[in-house]
């Protein structure tokens, strides 16, 4: 395989770019040129603290053909800043919506890249897939993705990085590492997974996103591909029972919700999907099929449906702070973290999220996620909310003084499950509150089947809304600085539920209660600079 240099100020593009005294000038003009000489699984590398500039429509990267022939994008040389800077042109007109077009590739790796939208770009790396193609098995390493367009210039993305699939692609979307990353300063997400699997974040950091985000932004966001109905297109196949046809992308139906009171989310029927009983919904032979109870036309009862699964997610490590509340948002938004719009199975683990205008951890809609070890604190919302989400797992959390914002903003505890959640576990957390909530937990009434187990609550004026927790711990914990509790009622006071605390420490067999067991802490967010 071939190493290709480039340096935009020493080279030149009529030099053949096979060694550093020889590096072309341009990635532009070589790509344009239709990549002469190059193949799949090539490396090319670019001079630390120069930038290309990517004037033209559709310049893109060279795809990789497997795991184990990959295309690599990465930096050489010494300069100031450890990275090769990616910006569309400064001034003029924009020919490209974004940077680098990377839909329809897989398999490449992208290190120590600076892309900066300047403002006007609406992505930075266009990675998502086209079509039936596929667009999987990439990796960034030590990146920053900042200054996407904004909302104010009509621009619908606005987020450092959005990757996985389309509202029609069919091509698969798995199989993502991001590392050692950072996403700040764009206008609506700082990082979006879109309808992708099997996807690794690690040592990230998320910080000033979602300041000009009307229907909200968060640090780190992922969804399903979804769609509003129109006010057309239903047929009513017996009594209740209505349905519509999918679209030919629509593989599967995984979520339905609409705005009919005791039906706002329906469950799905898999053993006679065309006789939904009231309250649930069916997928057979390419038609959606939905029983809300009425025999009424559901045109206008709000029908939204989830489909382009998003799903195993794992973002560990990590921290979230700064991340804005755009006032013009329906509802509370610039959350440290979310599992946003029904993305399931999946984990946040060891994160820290501090000091944003939402919650710190966010679950909505989606099923069976887990927030474990995670640190939540100054938040202008819940430490953790749930809306909508069944079987989440939130366990050995430290969530302390959130809450801080103003009426509308805040919630009414460190904890909250909105209507429509159910199952799950909330054990062996810290909860601690300096005045700012009335309760430690707010379970909604019709929130069943949560078990909840040895939390430690300090300075709530109430425990719960609901008779929900169970050998609770009403103690201050003592936190110090690196929120290590030293009270003995809470240090080994819990159950051994496995894992590691928050700085990477094995959990003893009888571990403290929260995310840190009472260790020195070490080290954890690190970024590690290529040779």
């Given at each position: ?412 505890g460190e904890i909250v499950m909105f209507p429509n959640c159910g199952g799950g576990e909330i054990k062996q957390n810290i909860l601690q509150n300096y005045g700012n909530r009335q309760y430690a937990a707010d379970i909604f009434p019709d929130v069943t089947g949560v078990s909840a187990d040895r939390n430690v609550t ?74």
């Open positions: 395989m071939t190493v290709w240099y480039f340096d935009s100020d020493g080279g030149s593009d009529s030099n053949n770019g096979k060694s550093e005294g020889a590096a072309k000038k341009f990635y532009e003009t070589f790509v344009l040129a239709g990549f002469p000489g190059a193949a799949q699984g090539d490396t090319y590398l670019f001079k630390r603290g120069t930038t290309q500039v990517i004037s033209a429509a559709n310049v893109g990267a060279g795809s990789g053909a497997s795991t184990t022939q990959r295309t690599r994008y990465g930096a050489y040389g010494v300069a100031q800043v450890p990275y090769s800077i990616w910006t569309p042109p400064p001034t003029g007109g924009l020919n490209n919506a974004y940077v680098l077009n990377v839909s329809g590739k897989s398999y490449i790796d992208f290190e120590d890249m600076y892309f900066d939208g300047l403002g006007r770009a609406t992505y930075t790396l266009y990675m998502l897939a086209s079509g039936a193609t596929q667009n999987s098995g990439h990796a960034i390493r030590r990146c920053f993705f900042t200054n996407t367009a904004t909302a104010a210039l009509g621009i619908p993305n606005g987020s450092g990085l959005i990757f996985g699939g389309t509202d029609t692609s069919t091509g698969d979307t798995g199989d993502y590492l991001i590392e050692d990353s950072e996403f700040f300063g764009n206008p609506v997400h700082g990082m979006i997974v879109n309808g992708a699997h099997d996807v690794v974040v690690r040592r990230c950091k998320f910080h000033g996103n979602g300041f000009d985000a009307p229907t909200g932004g968060h640090g780190f966001s992922s969804k399903y591909r979804l769609q509003e109905f129109t006010t057309s297109g239903w047929t009513n196949t017996s009594g209740t029972i209505w349905s519509r046809a999918l679209a030919v992308y629509q593989l599967d139906v995984y979520y339905v919700i609409t705005n009919v009171s005791n039906y706002g989310r329906l469950t799905k029927n898999i053993s006679t999907p065309t006789t939904p009983a009231a309250g649930e919904f069916g997928v057979s032979a390419g038609t959606l099929y939905i029983n809300v109870g009425s025999s009424t036309d559901p045109k206008n009862q709000s029908v939204r449906y989830a489909w382009g699964r998003c799903y195993n997610i794992l973002v560990e490590d990590c921290e979230a702070w700064g991340n804005f509340n755009d006032p013009r948002a329906t509802d509370v938004e610039g959350h440290g973290f979310a599992f946003d719009n029904w993305a399931d199975s999946s984990i946040f683990r060891r994160n820290y999220s501090h000091d944003n205008q939402g919650a710190g951890f966010s679950l909505n809609l989606g099923d069976n996620n887990t927030v474990e070890s995670c640190i939540a604190t100054r938040n202008q919302a819940a430490g953790f909310q749930a809306a909508s989400a069944k079987g989440s797992m939130v366990n050995k959390n430290t969530f302390v003084n959130n809450n801080l914002g103003q009426v509308g903003i805040r919630a009414n300090h300075g709530y004026p109430l425990l719960e809304r609901a008779a929900v927790l169970q050998n609770t711990i009403i103690e201050n914990p003592y936190l110090d600085g690196e929120f290590r509790p030293s009270n003995p009622a809470v240090i080994r006071a819990g159950n051994n539920l496995g894992g590691k605390d928050f700085y990477g420490k094995q959990f003893y067999s009888q571990p403290n209660i929260g995310a840190v067991e009472d260790v020195s802490a070490t080290q954890r967010r690190l970024f590690v600079r290529a040779k």
